[in-house]
């Protein structure tokens, strides 16, 4: 059932975001630093303190941990939810919504570990646990994480029939962007050509296909609208959120490639928000894997299935390198995952924020209103949220 009830529209906002940067070797620092060098920027940066923070929520380190590091004297709510980062916003939204706290502190520290790189196993500190060395990879039979991801590629492949260039687009898009972006970790030039002539890990994704191993965090202060205006940054509110998943919610178990949580996320966020993407200023498709980019395109209602190579070719500016759809709208203007590092999503809604504040840089949209975040996968993390500014 799919409602389109949303008592949380404009009540609730983003007040600031905040990024350490994100390098894709091991930094020497530990997580923790990562997390807390985010949190006590952002706070500075929105005029706050420990005191005044009531709501903790983010991934790794805990949030006891995190509020331990800051000094934060007392919280009335706290959270750490399953990752991608949209996750963490609906969690903390609801949490403002309902009242269980007025000023959440939200962050993510992505970290290079033994999952996403095999050079984390030569730093015996970013081995998850004292056991030794693990297997890297679930039973063989498995279809789990990335195996996943380059199944349900190659059926794409299969049954729409792209051009490898297709793929490509999602890449090279991602790198021109992050040029203009100090805090990714892949800035260097791409063209097409680069691409084509890269490795594959695991036909028919490319190592430029999959997202970017780094160390790194991002923080945010979301708190009521009435507070977000007296502080320094002007307000972005959240007009909707919406979580998606469908019975069949293993990489193994999905019938095809129309009934997968985007497809409900799509349909839940579009009822519930005052906006789609007719009106929308800047573009989040997640990056993970490029396919899962293309899925996100064509769900949200930018092209028809199997078209989004064509789309993307006929919305590519070839002076820029990268897509402009309409010859306006920006997607992953910040790098994405692919370039600017695997964030599981907090990078693409940190970079919505700043470009609905007007603070990107090199990067700001002229006259950003409206931002689309669709984040996460196929199977049990499709996620979104449409946010405006204030």
């Known amino acids: 059932m799919i409602s389109s009830r949303n008592p949380l529209r404009d009540r609730v906002a983003f007040a600031g975001a905040a990024t350490t940067g994100f390098v894709a070797a091991n930094s020497g620092r530990s997580q923790a630093s990562l997390a807390a060098e985010a949190c006590i920027k952002v706070l500075r940066e929105c005029g706050l303190g420990p005191g005044d923070v009531d709501g903790i929520c983010g991934s790794a380190p805990s949030a006891p941990h995190v509020q331990a590091m800051l000094g934060i004297p007392e919280v009335t709510w706290f959270a750490n939810p399953m990752l991608p980062f949209v996750n963490h916003v609906a969690a903390a939204v609801s949490a403002v919504a309902s009242g269980l706290c007025e000023t ?96 594959y890990v695991r036909w028919p994704l490319r190592l430029l296909d999959m997202d970017v191993a780094v160390d790194g965090a991002d923080a945010f202060v979301i708190t009521t609208a009435e507070r977000a205006r007296d502080l320094p940054n002007p307000p972005v509110l959240v007009d909707a959120v919406a979580l998606g998943m469908t019975d069949k919610n293993d990489e193994d178990q999905a019938p095809d490639l129309d009934h997968h949580g985007q497809q409900v996320t799509v349909r839940a966020l579009r009822a519930k928000s005052g906006f789609w993407i007719d009106d929308c200023d800047v573009y989040f498709p997640y990056d993970g ?7 996100w395109i064509e769900n949200a209602g930018w092209c028809g299935r199997g078209e989004a190579g064509d789309f993307l070719k006929q919305h590519w500016d070839a002076a820029s390198n990268r897509v402009l759809i309409d010859g306006r709208i920006p997607i992953n203007p910040h790098g994405g995952s692919l370039s600017e590092g695997g964030t599981q999503g907090s990078g693409h809604v940190r970079e919505a924020v700043h470009q609905l504040q007007g603070l990107a840089g090199e990067r700001q949209v002229a006259g950003a209103e409206r931002a689309i975040v669709t984040a996460g996968g196929f199977f049990f993390n499709a996620q979104g949220v449409t946010l405006h500014r204030g």
């Open 289 to 295: 894997f490029s396919i899962i980019t293309l899925n």
């Open 104 to 199: 959440v502190l939200a962050y993510h520290a992505a970290y290079r570990l033994p999952w996403n790189t095999g050079s984390a196993w030569k730093d015996p500190f970013r081995r998850q646990d004292g056991a030794g060395p693990r297997p890297l990879n679930r039973a063989p039979d498995s279809f789990a994480g990335s195996v996943g991801y380059t199944a349900w590629a190659s059926r794409y492949l299969h049954e729409f029939r792209p051009p490898p260039e297709t793929l490509g687009y999602v890449a090279v898009n991602d790198r021109s962007n992050a040029a203009a972006n100090p805090a990714a970790a892949m800035r260097a030039s791409l063209t097409m050509a680069d691409y084509l002539a890269s490795r």
